[in-house]
Structures are given as structure tokens and as C-alpha cells.
């Protein structure tokens, strides 16, 4: 290498040139930015890390970021150097102590150069510490003695290289929302139950970078640059359930949807259709869970070992889930029908033939419909009218039957779990219901307000809607 130069420093990791220029007039260490339309502009710590490997024994980096900001190309003091008094020249070095230099003292106008041998600039090599990286060329040259305009680059010393730590991305969302999204008038939207993620057996759901050994470096002075340790992240630390290691990447082994527990990659079994259920599509049956993003159309049906959502209307169409069935709404006809092993969840069921083990919510109304369940429940601003309804231990609603007098029938059996088996009606029970608890009917004939029904010694008994149960101790409740 030869004299120091700005040009030297200013070269970009990409290639690119950081045009500026850092030059040393007198004492003092002047940036000069490029005014060329094509160069790129320096920012302030490509300059600061030039000057830090320079000739400099100060540095005022207030000057630097102020040049940048207003793109100055006129000189900018931004330096100084000091050669000891009394002195011609010296060995400067830089602040990083990754360079050596031979600089000569502020001279007078007219004053010549001083003019150093090769054995001078050894012994003051030697004197100001500088042990290693020496660059032998560039002393050798001082052999039949030289003059020092200029700076002269004398030592360099080895850069540290930092070790790149191994990592791993996670190429899907691993912290989506999945539960319902609840509004401000109560409601709640369980559309937002669906997990949008997707993916195909082959597909791949993580990646790691493997780790680079880094490289301690050494200063001119010899002392060592030690670069943090090397720490591995074995790509085998995520694998999880249907995915497996392929070389640097976790991949899935089914089709499923991914996500993360714990540290693990897990790919669940999931079918999803982007679309309506119809002819393009057809019948599915499935291992896992199943997600619908449009309607169910008339006379398909859909098979799943889990859980089956549904974002539009499942129309006279039949669902067989395993695990929870999740619809905007429900209608039915003779040829359809819903199976849950668990919950279902809509907005309305209008003449569906329902069964579910667990329990079945509806948000408006259940209009003549078949409905077998652990537990039925509608908002109190709901209704259910006609058809048969029949719940292990609980049916809560708005009102029951209609002003038209439509039969609608209501059971409910002995009850699960330690619970009393009851029928609440929080605003009203209409005329032509049929209430029966623990297989004891009661037949309203007349329009009653809000009420719950419970069975008390072998009969149905009315109390009020918020009721805890018949008190054998109290008064004689209502009763037939």
C-alpha cells in the first residue's frame, strides 16, 4: 500500500465508491465530499471509520456529521495531527491502532520535505510500539532515503471478522390471532376463528443459516482482537410433529397448517378451500380440520376428523365433523344434516337436523329445526319456534314458540355432571310449547312471561327465569 488515502477507505461493502476525500494539509485533516452527479453520498460513519484508521490524533466527528448533512464540497476541517516538538517527522498510530504511518511535521513555506532512511523508520517503528502487519515494501522504499509529503502507510493491521451466529426464520406467522373477535355491541365474529395459514407437504416452514467461524484479528501493536465464540442452533431443536430436517430447512411432511409450540414446528392437519364448497370442489373428506372460506352448497358434504368452519352458509348441506362445527348459519332440509363430536357455533339454524356432544350456541334464532345437544343455548334476544329440541342438562333462550301458536318443543333429560337439568325462557313462553325436564311434560296453555322450568318431585314446576332451582322447603311453585 502506499500514501494514505480517503479513496482507500471509502469503498462500500456492495462495491459502490463513498466518494469523499480526507486529506492532510499542515496540521490539520480536511473531508472533502464529491460533487460527481454519480456518486454516492458518504454517510458519517463510513467517514468516521476512515478517519479512525488515519493519521490523526484527534478527531472532531460535530464537523464530520455536520459536512454530511449540509453535502459540503468545499474542504472541512475535521482533524489534526501532532508531530512532537522539535520533530521532523514520526510514526502516528491511527486510533484504531489498525494503521502506521510516517508523517512529517507542519512545515514553513518553502521548507522541504524531511528526507528518512529505511533504518530511521525501523528504529521508530520499533520505538512507537508497532510489531505487527508491518509493510516491508513500503519501508524497503525508504532505503536510499525519502522524502515524507505525505503520509505513508508503514503498518496494517489484521481486521477482525466476526462470526455469523447460526439462525433460524420461521417462514409462516407464528403468533396469529385465533380467537373470536368481539364487538361493541356484544357480538361476536367467529369468522375470525379461521387460521389463514396453509401449507402443502414439500412446503418449507423454517430456515436455518448456518454458523461462519469467525477470525480474531491483531492490531499493529500485536495485541490479539478477540470476536465472540461461535454458538450453534441446531435446525432439529424446531422439528415437531409433520415436519422433518432436509438439509438447512425444516420442511413439512403433510398438508396442514403450521405452528409453533414452544420452540417446536407442528404441521396440523388442515384442508382448506379458498372458495364456495361446490361442483369445483366437491365432497370432502378429511383427516383433520377443514376450513371453508365461502358457503357449503346444496346436497355436498364435508367429513372431518376435527373441525370444520365454515365462513358463509352451510345451505341444505351435510357437515360430519369429529371436533367443533363453525358457521356464519345454518339451513337444512330432509336430505342434510350436522354432526359435531364436540360444539356448534352460527349465527341462525333454520330447519336443520343438528346432533352435538358438546354444546350447540346460536346467536339469533332456531326456527324449526331438530336439535339434539349437551346444552343449547340462545341470547335472551333470541328465539327458538317449532320443531324439537332436546339438550342433556340445559336450554337457555329469549323466548319459546310464537304469538301463531307453532308447537315447539323443548326437553331437556336428568342432567350430567352434578347439574339439575332446566329450560330458561328469559322474556316469554309462548302458547302451543311443550316444556319437559327429566321426561316430565308441561303443557303451556296460556302466553307466560320470562320463566325456567325444573323438574321437583316427579313434576315440571315454573319459576322466574334467573331461578337456582325448586326449594322443597318454600311455597308450592307452580305446577302440573
Given at each position: 500500500m502506499g500514501d494514505f488515502s480517503a479513496v482507500e477507505h471509502g469503498t462500500r461493502a456492495g462495491g459502490g465508491r463513498a466518494c469523499f476525500e480526507l486529506t492532510l494539509s499542515g496540521a490539520v485533516?480536511?473531508?472533502?465530499?464529491?460533487a460527481a452527479e454519480e456518486a454516492e453520498l458518504p454517510s458519517a460513519a463510513e467517514i468516521l471509520a476512515a478517519l479512525n484508521d488515519g493519521p490523526v490524533d484527534t478527531i472532531v466527528s460535530a464537523a464530520v456529521f455536520t459536512a454530511v448533512r449540509e453535502s459540503a464540497t468545499t474542504p472541512v476541517p475535521v482533524g489534526a495531527v501532532h508531530v512532537g516538538d522539535g520533530e521532523d517527522w514520526a510514526v502516528k498510530i491511527s486510533p484504531s491502532r489498525m494503521a502506521a504511518y510516517a508523517v512529517a511535521a507542519t512545515r514553513a513555506d518553502g521548507d522541504e520535505s524531511p528526507v528518512v532512511s529505511e533504518v530511521e523508520v525501523?528504529?521508530?517503528?520499533?520505538?512507537?510500539?508497532?510489531?505487527?502487519?508491518?509493510?516491508?515494501?513500503?519501508?524497503?522504499?525508504?532505503?536510499?532515503?525519502?522524502?515524507?509529503?505525505?503520509?505513508?502507510?508503514?503498518?496494517?493491521?489484521?481486521?477482525?471478522?466476526?462470526?455469523?451466529?447460526?439462525?433460524?426464520?420461521?417462514?409462516?406467522?407464528?403468533?396469529?390471532?385465533?380467537?373470536?373477535?368481539e364487538h361493541e355491541d356484544g357480538s361476536v365474529d367467529y369468522r375470525s376463528l379461521v387460521v389463514q395459514r396453509w401449507v402443502e407437504a414439500g412446503t418449507p416452514v423454517a430456515r436455518r443459516s448456518p454458523p461462519v467461524e469467525g477470525?480474531?484479528?491483531?492490531?499493529?501493536?500485536?495485541?490479539?482482537?478477540?470476536?465472540?465464540?461461535?454458538?450453534?442452533?441446531?435446525?432439529?431443536?424446531?422439528?415437531?410433529?409433520?415436519?422433518?430436517?432436509?438439509?438447512?430447512?425444516?420442511?413439512?411432511?403433510?398438508?396442514?397448517?403450521?405452528?409453533?409450540a414452544g420452540e417446536r414446528v407442528e404441521v396440523l392437519p388442515f384442508y382448506d378451500v379458498k372458495r364456495d364448497l361446490d361442483f369445483s370442489v366437491g365432497n370432502i373428506d378429511f383427516t383433520g380440520d377443514v376450513t371453508i372460506h365461502g358457503d357449503v352448497h346444496p346436497g355436498f358434504r364435508v367429513r372431518a376428523t376435527g373441525t370444520v368452519t365454515v365462513q358463509g352458509i352451510v345451505d341444505r348441506a351435510t357437515i360430519i365433523a369429529g371436533g367443533d362445527v363453525l358457521a356464519r348459519a345454518i339451513t337444512g332440509d330432509e336430505h342434510s344434516s350436522?354432526?359435531?363430536?364436540?360444539?356448534?357455533?352460527?349465527?341462525?339454524?333454520?330447519?336443520?337436523?343438528?346432533?352435538a356432544k358438546g354444546s350447540v350456541e346460536v346467536q339469533r334464532e332456531i326456527l324449526h329445526s331438530q336439535?339434539?345437544?349437551?346444552?343449547?343455548?340462545?341470547?335472551?334476544?333470541?328465539?327458538?319456534?317449532?320443531?324439537?329440541?332436546?339438550?342433556?342438562?340445559?336450554?337457555?333462550?329469549?323466548?319459546?314458540?310464537?304469538?301463531?301458536?307453532?308447537?315447539?318443543?323443548?326437553?331437556?333429560?336428568?342432567g350430567a355432571g352434578g347439574k339439575r337439568p332446566v329450560v330458561r325462557a328469559a322474556k316469554r313462553v309462548y302458547f302451543g310449547s311443550v316444556i319437559t325436564v327429566a321426561h316430565g311434560p308441561f303443557a303451556i296453555d296460556e302466553d307466560l312471561g320470562g320463566s325456567s322450568f325444573w323438574a321437583h318431585e316427579g313434576e315440571v314446576v315454573r319459576l322466574d327465569p334467573a331461578s337456582t332451582g325448586p326449594n322443597a322447603d318454600l311455597g308450592a311453585p307452580r305446577s302440573r
Open positions: 485533516m480536511e473531508l472533502t465530499l464529491a525501523r528504529q521508530a517503528l520499533a520505538t512507537a510500539g508497532v510489531t505487527h502487519g508491518v509493510l516491508q515494501e513500503a519501508v524497503a522504499a525508504f532505503g536510499g532515503g525519502r522524502p515524507i509529503a505525505a503520509p505513508v502507510l508503514l503498518a496494517r493491521g489484521d481486521v477482525a471478522v466476526n462470526c455469523r451466529q447460526a439462525e433460524v426464520e420461521f417462514l409462516f406467522e407464528t403468533n396469529p390471532s385465533i380467537v373470536p373477535a477470525k480474531n484479528g491483531r492490531d499493529v501493536t500485536g495485541r490479539e482482537i478477540v470476536v465472540a465464540r461461535l454458538r450453534d442452533h441446531p435446525l432439529s431443536k424446531h422439528q415437531g410433529k409433520g415436519t422433518t430436517v432436509e438439509g438447512e430447512t425444516l420442511v413439512a411432511t403433510q398438508a396442514g397448517r403450521p405452528v409453533l350436522i354432526e359435531a363430536g364436540h360444539d356448534v357455533v352460527a349465527q341462525y339454524l333454520h330447519n336443520v337436523r343438528l346432533s336439535v339434539e345437544a349437551g346444552r343449547i343455548e340462545v341470547p335472551s334476544g333470541g328465539r327458538i319456534v317449532g320443531g324439537h329440541l332436546s339438550a342433556t342438562t340445559e336450554i337457555t333462550t329469549g323466548v319459546i314458540g310464537s304469538v301463531q301458536a307453532i308447537p315447539t318443543y323443548v326437553e331437556v333429560g336428568t
